[in-house]
């Protein structure tokens, strides 16, 4: 299904074959290396009966399933409660999302600029397959189709200058490569990559940009002790200002707070736990002894309050971790419905690859798995590991899985918290929010600039739109604008007189055949033909020539002896 989302063929079965060579290539790739880890097994001499093998199998999907939890978890538990202290300040907040602000900037310049690039090329394409036979030119059609009507208008409005009609720059030497079906594929996948990428990131940038502007709000909230006239509710709700300043500027912060300090006290737990979890004798992991302890008072609804507790925690560490994760532009997931469906199938083949990894760990956390227990006298067996089976790892890493697991959680999870991935990405060049760095001091500043801009044009806009409705309302009319830009003069009911244009015209000439000599002396337009308004600058000037008048001037004109002039306008 990736491969048939990523694919640039026009046609269902064009995806389905590019999407089967794709995965051919892949899956064979996985196939040769199993086949040489099973030679290298059938050399040592173990036995390959199928029992056999469906346990390696297994132990394989379950070593590398509890590896990569283990990775996502020493990112999530550190920055779980992390980002919910962020939350709660507010100013540490502000900075970040200024910066967050300046960044997105720039990045929806460069994704603008490369949609500029594949939509002229696309239009360019286009004019020179215009009289192309075949189906080329229904592909580049199809390919322009992709790009919004109202991006095509803005880019178009930008590039005003440029003439699409104009001579291509592509040779008639290259019309042959243009209408090839490679590079209509490659061109239609790059279309559709630089659409997904603009509205992405002009998403990214505008949400941003609102919260950068709500937190300013609640900073001013704070100060003046008056709710901001942007934070407040539909009046129809009626909520009492009182309630929303409590909301806004107070309420939130505490609840966060108290959120992170509960929720660093759980990682602390799971920590702890994870790292005592294959010492059953005696029992260290706070989280089997926590349930053990209600289970012998027979507490069964604590047991299920704690263990449904515990396990979302591990689900939201972990998961956090792949919403937050962005591998360059393979993998993003993105708000408003802006992520693409590649995204969304490697988020989906995630989530259901982590889900028996984190079920298996908690077992184990809880000593509830009897090949982590390792006790003959373990007689409870839970209807998880029975269908699904046990937290079993390949036997070549098994007997120092219990050393070498806790040693990698504990490392990620410091390396999380003293933030060693960020100042790497930093040290390479790629922007990353620094406290102490003065890249990001400038980054936050232009940041903030560009909220100020973006708060006046909003203001401005509200103050036009009210205006508007003012206007409206007063007048009785949809809008106060002229359609001519301007002013109009009453026309006289002369004007009234004015028929289809092939009739009027036929009069007009029958009538000039019998006017008198002595009407060439009177001006060649009269002032019932003219139409006159008043544009928005004061200047005065004729807007519009009846076809009636144009006829008798030209009859006029014909019918004199003096030399006339060049065209009506020279008479004005």
């Known amino acids: 299904m990736q491969s048939y989302s990523n694919a640039g063929e026009f046609t269902a079965i064009g995806r389905l074959k590019a999407a089967w060579f794709n995965n051919a290539v892949y899956y064979f790739t996985y196939l040769v290396i199993f086949f040489f880890l099973l030679a290298y097994a ?7 009966n199928y029992d056999h093998l469906k ?8 070593t590398w399933g509890l590896f990569l939890l283990t990775v996502l978890l020493g990112y999530g538990l550190v920055e779980v409660p992390r980002q919910l202290w962020q939350i709660s300040n507010k100013g540490s907040r502000l900075e970040k999302t200024y910066f967050d602000v300046d960044r997105l900037s720039a990045e929806k310049n460069d994704a603008e600029e490369t949609l500029r690039e594949v939509y002229m090329e696309a239009r360019e394409v286009l004019n020179v397959l215009q009289n192309h036979r075949g189906d080329a030119r229904g ?24 003439n699409f009609g104009a001579a291509s720059n592509i040779r008639e030497t290259d019309v042959g490569i243009v209408s090839s079906d490679r590079y209509l594929i490659r061109l239609h996948k790059r279309v559709i990559d630089a659409v997904q990428n603009y509205q992405r990131t002009l998403a990214q940038w505008r949400s941003t940009t609102e919260l950068a502007m709500y937190l300013e709000d609640c900073d001013q909230s704070e100060i003046t002790g008056k709710l901001s006239h942007s934070l407040l509710a539909n009046p129809a709700l009626r909520i009492p200002e009182r309630i929303q300043f409590v909301w806004h500027c107070i309420a939130q912060r505490r609840i966060a707070q108290a959120f992170s300090w509960l929720f660093a006290g759980m990682t602390l737990l799971i920590m702890w736990s994870e790292c005592t979890f294959f010492i059953v004798h005696p029992q260290l992991s706070l989280a089997a002894r926590i349930l053990r302890a209600a289970a ?9 309050i704690l263990a449904i507790g515990l396990v979302s925690y591990l689900s939201i560490c972990a998961y956090y971790t792949v919403f937050k994760l962005r591998i360059y532009r393979y993998y993003h997931l993105d708000a408003n419905h802006l992520t693409d469906e590649n995204s ?9 690859r982590l889900t028996p990894p984190i079920c298996l760990n908690f077992l184990g956390m809880i000593h509830l798995d009897s090949h982590i227990t390792a006790d003959s006298a373990f007689g409870v067996e839970t209807q998880f590991t029975a269908l699904m089976g046990h937290l079993d790892v390949i036997p070549l890493i098994a007997r120092g899985i219990n050393i070498y697991l806790p040693i990698l959680i504990v490392l990620l999870c410091l390396g999380t918290w003293f933030r060693l991935g960020t100042r790497f990405l930093h040290s390479l060049g790629i922007d990353q929010f620094m406290t102490d760095d003065a890249m990001t001091t400038e980054m936050a500043s232009g940041g903030k600039r560009l909220v100020a801009m973006e708060r006046n044009r909003a203001t401005r806009q ?4 009210e205006r508007n409705a003012t206007f409206a309302k007063r007048f009785n009319e949809p809008s106060t604008r002229s359609t001519g830009g301007g002013f109009s003069l009453p026309r006289s009911r002369l004007d009234d007189d004015r028929v289809p244009i092939l009739g009027d015209v036929e009069s007009n000439e029958h009538e000039s055949l019998y006017a008198p000599p002595n009407q060439a002396s009177q001006g060649l337009l009269s002032n019932d033909d003219l139409d006159f308004s008043f544009a928005s600058e004061g200047a005065f000037q004729p807007s519009q020539l009846t076809l009636a008048g144009a006829a008798r001037a030209s009859s006029q004109q014909h019918s004199t002896t003096h030399p006339t002039s060049s065209s009506f306008f020279d008479d004005l």
């Open 42 to 48: 059938i050399s040592k001499g173990i036995s390959l």
């Open 55 to 62: 346990v390696i199998i297994v132990s394989a999907s379950n």
């Open 139 to 162: 592909k580049a059609q199809q390919i322009l189709a992709k790009i919004p009507n109202d991006i095509a208008q803005e880019l178009s409005s930008s590039n005003s200058t440029h």
């Open 296 to 304: 012998l008072g027979y507490h069964y609804k604590y047991i299920q």
């Open 344 to 352: 969304l199938l490697f988020s989906a083949m995630l989530l259901c």
């Open 462 to 465: 509200r103050n036009r739109d």
